[in-house]
């Protein structure tokens, strides 16, 4: 019986001189030129909000609107009770241990054997250092700025460690972010590549945002996880690029054309 071989658009593109030719400049402009300039100017522009939020933090601007949020999530009659059904408050801490460091660790293992049992060894290791770099640097700064826990709210568990910035936010902008990015890049599929995204970004919000409604962060702490973890992901897809340049991470696979 005769095999048939489905041949796929972007396959019948690619044999087109005039088309492959285009096809081929768009990739080394987007390796080269576009994807690090968009990288540097995401990783200076959260840079500078980070920085720029920070010092208003210091100067105590941003402590009324964090107070007003705070005291807006809870029962005016009883501070320790958030607002909204238990359930509600039983997800939001469910949704918090997606960006605890034992969740981080195993996620980051679990991608890093894929793409390493994928023949994408060196992405692998990519990822590992990424996010290993990040929980670095969520320390460091946590113990530079060192700002105490809301007492404004009881918490709705136990924390350990100083509030400025969220590590929860930090680390789940990190982690989801990094990876969506570099798993989105070695799919070909643009809706692979779409959802993965998709899902990375949703997953930061959510953990940023029950971290304020258990009432174990400021707003502005978690804001201040959000922009300085995106950045680092920015960063992270930067020097990824660079690496693929020079040829010492795989390259992904050309995405065909929607």
């Known amino acids: 019986m005769r095999e048939v071989r489905t041949v796929s658009t972007y396959e019948r593109l690619r044999g087109n001189p005039l088309t492959g030719r285009a096809m081929a400049v768009w990739l080394r402009l987007r390796l080269n030129e576009v994807g690090p300039l968009v990288a540097l100017l995401t990783v200076s522009g959260l840079g500078y909000g980070f920085f720029a939020l920070a010092h208003e933090v210091g100067e105590g601007s941003t402590e009324a609107l964090d107070r007003r949020i705070l005291l807006a999530l809870r029962n005016p009659a009883d501070l320790s009770d958030p607002i909204g059904p238990r359930w509600l408050e039983e997800t939001m801490r469910d949704i918090t241990g997606l960006g605890s460091v034992f969740t981080i ?34 320390t460091i700064l946590k113990l530079f700025y060192h700002r ?55 997953m930061t919000l959510l953990v940023g945002i029950s971290r304020i409604y258990l009432g174990v962060h400021w707003p502005s702490d978690v804001l201040a996880g959000w922009c300085v973890g995106a950045a680092w992901a920015a960063l992270c897809w930067f020097v990824a690029l660079q690496l693929q340049r020079r040829g010492e991470v795989e390259a992904p696979d050309p995405p065909p054309p929607a």
Do not use: N, Q
């Open 105 to 138: 660790v195993f996620l980051t293992g679990a991608v890093a054997a894929y793409l390493a049992l994928s023949g994408k060894v060196r992405i692998g290791a990519f990822v590992i250092a990424a996010v290993g770099g990040g929980e670095i640097v969520s």
């Open 148 to 202: 105490p826990r809301p007492d404004l709210v009881p918490h709705g568990m136990e924390v350990f460690t100083a509030s400025f910035p969220s590590g929860h936010a930090m680390m789940s902008a990190i982690a989801y972010l990094t990876l969506a990015t570099l798993l989105a890049r070695v799919d070909r599929h643009r809706r692979v590549k779409a959802l993965v995204l998709f899902l990375g970004v949703s």
